[in-house]
């Protein structure tokens, strides 16, 4: 298995004088991001319930719940206007759908997909989206790919992707760019959720059929700042699957 501090070094990039704004910070994918970002030079405004323990001048918190309105409202009139954004803010949830009621739907779907689109709405309003800017939403390969109790998550996760494409769509003339990334499994908070939720055998099973393994979130943070960087300037409006190889096994 690949050394994570060898995948971190596997690319660099250069964002220095670019601000970038990163939710669900607290989560292993954010927090990758937020030190791949910090160490390429930017200044990160970042967003969890919880606080992040990462000492930096070029790194502003906040410390809200981004279900509420008010508190995205906050946030942007608080920044200066921004050159990228990682919206990885997520709650994972397995509800049969003979179970499903509109509070727990609306739990899932308030973080997973309408606070992303508020955010989003906000920031163009209140124009604080720079020009050439690019936005990147951690969506999940269960969007094209459900499971058994997956109907909120999933649903959520292809809403996210198709808003991404429409944001795309309306900011071309700035030169903006919106893509996705669909992981698979990655090693973080949820996965260690999942195996207590589910069975540990099971997980232990599924993680089989991974030739290059369960992902790493600093797998995850060079792909987003690939996204995130002018290397990237000619790809704009896609969804990026990161399986490490399971999505092949079933062919
Ligand atoms: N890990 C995986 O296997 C996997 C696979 C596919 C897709 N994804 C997606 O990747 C993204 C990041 O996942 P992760 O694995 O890093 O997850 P994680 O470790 O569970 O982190 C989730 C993040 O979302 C934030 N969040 C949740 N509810 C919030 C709220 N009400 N207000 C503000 N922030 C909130 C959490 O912050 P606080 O709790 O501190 O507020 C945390 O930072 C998610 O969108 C997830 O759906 C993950």
């Given at each position: ?28 994918i954010g927090l990758a991001a937020i030190q791949k970002l910090l160490d390429s030079g930017a200044a990160v405004y970042s ?80 124009r604080k989206v720079n020009k050439g800017a690019s936005f990147v939403f951690i969506s999940s390969i269960s969007a094209k ?91 704009n409006g896609i969804t990026l699957t990161m399986d490490g190889g399971f999505l092949l096994q079933g062919s």
């Open positions: 298995m690949l050394n994570t501090d060898r995948v971190l070094a596997a690319a660099t990039f250069d964002f220095k004088g670019k601000r970038i704004l990163v939710t669900g910070a607290s989560g292993g967003n969890s319930r919880r606080k992040i323990d990462i000492q930096s001048d070029s790194l502003i918190q906040f410390n809200e719940d981004l279900s509420e309105e008010d508190n995205i409202e906050k946030w942007v009139s608080e920044i200066e206007s921004i050159d990228g954004v990682i919206y990885s803010a997520g709650i994972l949830d397995s509800i049969p759908i003979r179970f499903a009621k509109k509070e727990k739907m609306m739990k899932i779907w308030d973080i997973n997909y309408f606070s992303a689109v508020t955010l989003c709405s906000l920031l163009i309003k209140k790919h459900p499971y058994i109790g997956g109907s909120m998550y999933t649903g959520s996760k292809s809403a996210l992707e198709t808003f991404s494409k429409v944001l795309a769509l309306e900011l071309k003339d700035k030169l903006v760019r919106s893509n996705c990334i669909a992981p698979a499994m990655v090693k973080t908070e949820m996965y260690e959720k999942g195996i207590e939720k589910g069975s540990k055998e099971f997980m232990e099973e599924h993680i089989a059929k991974y030739p290059f393994g369960a992902g790493e979130p600093e797998d995850l943070a060079q792909a987003i700042c690939f996204l995130l960087s002018d290397a990237s300037r000619w790809i």
